[in-house]
């Protein structure tokens, strides 16, 4: 587990599923910018099974607050194409658990994390041009803007821009620095 001020970066268990499947499909909750897509109890079990939501190339950890309830995911999977790195998304699954600082600090420790873990040089952020809050977040925690592409995903009915964000590894605090600061 990583510990961090408000919140704590932990792997998926078993008992776990049922709440997270459960939050992860409230399309009332989910936002605007993520797709109405449904999971289906049976594919995610099948997930847990094989890796635990934790293989080379993917990794998913569940964001809670410090009574273990859980607010959200924190992501790394491989990006677009051939980049060098991995790209991190993040999910805080209800509202009202939304705009508290719960994203800014699991993606500081999360990043910092995954430096301290792979032989990367770089770690990227995609988010809809429109979501401010996300691009504002991102920036924050000290990724960099570095392009936009034009009508790159489809969500909710539209096609949006896509902004891209990177950090590489000498802007990253050690992770030590990071639990530290806590």
Not at 122 to 137: D, F, G, H
Request: aromatic share 10%.
């Amino acid at each position: 587990m990583l510990e961090g001020k408000k919140i704590n970066l932990r792997l998926i268990e078993d008992n776990d599923i049922p709440t997270m499947l459960a939050l992860m499909n409230n399309l009332n909750q989910r936002g605007e910018y993520l797709g109405i897509d449904l999971y289906h109890e049976t594919k995610i079990q099948k997930h847990y099974a094989d890796a635990g939501f934790w293989e080379n190339d993917f990794g998913r950890m569940l964001i809670t607050d410090k009574n273990d309830c859980i607010l959200g995911a924190i992501t790394f999977f491989k990006g677009v194409g051939d980049s060098e790195g991995y790209e991190v998304g993040c999910q805080i699954y209800t509202k009202e658990d939304r705009g508290k600082g719960y994203s800014t600090e699991a993606i500081k420790i999360f990043c910092a994390y995954i430096f301290s873990l792979k032989p990367i040089q770089r770690l990227q952020v995609c988010t809809a041009s429109e979501n401010i809050a996300a691009r504002k977040v991102a920036e924050k925690c000290g990724f960099v803007y570095e392009g936009t592409m034009r009508k790159a995903f489809f969500a909710r009915g539209k096609y949006h821009d896509l902004d891209f964000l990177s950090m590489l590894r000498d802007e990253c605090p050690l992770l030590s620095e990071v639990l530290e600061s806590k």
